[in-house]
């Protein structure tokens, strides 16, 4: 069975780069949806089952340190895989994504580092096997250092 | 910040945007018109400006190179995808600014009139202004930080 995948990003247009390097990336798919800030993503996760959400961190509405600290705080989503897709380039911020339990991944990225990322994050394979966790169930990852 | 300025956008020009970039053009004053801009605010330890304009005739081979889809993509689209390149320029160029740990938010992209360049140097604020020839066209980009106080934090490159 496929991953369904939430995105959320401000941007229409990385919205749909995110999912073309996610189709191009291997990854077993399911249904992709998306969301336009923090606020209609947690409104998505209520009305749709998501197995990762994938999201930025500078949004109108409601930004993504908001929506992951909504989802941490929600039993039902307090487990929910989460990859951050940012230009962020600080360091505390990125730890302390990393201690929320999310993966990161920088922008400009490639679908393998994508690819990477999620399986970090969910522990699926590419065959679709349930693969072993990585010991903390998260990964940052730096895809481009300019 | 000229030297991490010009990289960055280089980058980000050829591995977002799919444009070629004539790496030896050289800075220039910007012509008259003929181009779309965007701007987007940075707000932490310093504050400020980083406003991109490309020339006029690559906006839709920009989208239509981020999008890669059958249909051309409308204006908005077109602006959209303007607006995330200078989001990730901005993104990756505050280091160079702020250093590695102090955290900066940043404002989503806004269109911008092609006169943004122009009065934002008018002001007095702080500004570094490269021009990257891309292909059949160029663009400018302007990184102003509001106040003398924050322009004395810039960190060696």
Same mark, same amino acid.
């Given at each position: 069975?496929?991953?369904?995948?939430?995105?959320?990003?401000?941007?229409?247009?990385?919205?749909?780069?995110?999912?073309?390097?996610?189709?191009?990336?291997?990854?077993?798919?399911?249904?992709l949806y998306q969301a336009p800030d923090g606020q209609q993503g947690l409104q998505s996760l209520d009305e749709h089952w998501i197995d990762v959400v994938l999201l930025d961190i500078n949004m109108p509405v409601m930004n993504g340190m908001e929506m992951i600290e909504r989802m941490r705080g929600n039993p039902e989503t307090a487990t929910l895989p989460i990859v951050v897709i940012s230009t962020e380039s600080?360091?505390?911020?990125i730890e302390k994504?990393?201690?929320?339990?999310?993966?990161?991944?920088h922008k400009p990225f490639t679908p393998e580092t994508l690819?990477?990322?999620?399986?970090?994050?969910?522990?699926?394979?590419?065959?679709?096997?349930?693969?072993?966790?990585?010991?903390?169930?998260a990964a940052t990852d730096r895809s481009r250092d300019f | 910040m000229t030297t991490a300025l010009r990289r960055i956008a280089v980058a980000t020009f050829e591995e977002l945007?799919?444009?070629?970039?004539?790496?030896?053009?050289p800075d220039a004053a910007p012509p008259a018109g003929g181009g779309a801009t965007v701007s987007?605010?940075?707000?932490?330890?310093?504050q400020g400006t980083l406003t991109v304009r490309l020339s006029a005739? #690559?906006?839709?081979?920009?989208?239509?190179?981020?999008?890669?889809?059958?249909?051309p993509p409308s204006e908005r689209m077109q602006y959209d995808a303007l607006g995330e390149i200078a989001n990730v320029i901005c993104g990756n160029v505050l280091p160079s600014l702020v250093g590695r740990q102090e955290i900066c938010d940043l404002d989503a992209p806004q269109p911008a009139e092609d006169s943004a #360049?122009?009065?934002t140097v008018a002001a007095g604020a702080h500004a570094t202004r490269i021009r990257i020839g891309l292909e059949h066209g160029y663009a400018d980009l302007l990184l102003a930080v509001d106040d003398e106080a924050s322009a004395g934090k810039d960190t060696a490159l």
């Open positions: 069975m496929g991953l369904n995948v939430l995105i959320v990003d401000d941007s229409a247009v990385m919205r749909s780069i995110i999912s073309r390097s996610l189709r191009l990336s291997g990854l077993p798919l399911g249904e600080s360091e505390t911020r994504i990393r201690r929320m339990g999310a993966g990161f991944v690819r990477e990322a999620i399986r970090a994050s969910t522990g699926v394979a590419d065959d679709c096997r349930e693969g072993a966790r990585d010991d903390d169930g | 945007g799919f444009l070629f970039v004539d790496k030896e053009t987007i605010r940075f707000r932490g330890p310093v005739e #690559l906006l839709p081979e920009l989208a239509d190179n981020m999008l890669g889809e059958d249909e #360049l122009a009065q």
